[in-house]
């Protein structure tokens, strides 16, 4: 077996966190956190540490840490909102495939484990290459800021 690994995420994981909850801030800063698109119960923002490009987080407006906290009603506005934001992506990145996922705790993986978030990562064939093992790099060949001005509208549904 194989094993990729990826040291630059150390540097994250550990490194000096904002305070507060990075999903919990006010409306009138959407734009500055790169929010794609807000709803009563759920939001979708760019992930600031993206793996690739268009990675974007679907989180519920409610801080809890499991899913099985949110409310009937806020579940079910979130998990339409991560099947439109799939569908956005794909149209608009025309991505082959992509991986959807939630971390929950930080043994499994969750930078932020006390807010419930789902990532999803465009991906396409072929997207894997040496960089990130070889050169501690990793690849990403749009700025934040592009990428937002370019999906802001494809979230305007």
Known sequence: M???WAPWRMQYIEGPKEPGCI?????EF??????????????VMLNRYPYTNGHVM?????HVHRPHL???????????LLMRSTEALEAH????????GMNLGRVA?????????YHIVPRWNGDHN??????DARIINEHLDETYQKLKPVFDW
């Open 30 to 43: 959407d734009a500055d956190r790169h929010v794609l698109r807000r709803e009563e119960h759920a939001l």
């Open 58 to 62: 679907v989180v519920p407006t409610a």
């Open 109 to 117: 993986g969750a930078g932020v484990d006390d807010h419930v978030h």
């Open 130 to 135: 040496f960089m990130p093992v070889l050169g």
């Open 2 to 4: 194989k094993r990729l």
């Open 23 to 27: 999903f919990c801030f006010d409306p």
């Open 70 to 80: 949110l409310s009937a009603e806020a579940s079910a506005a979130l998990h339409v």
């Open 93 to 100: 990145y025309g991505c082959e495939g992509m991986n959807l």
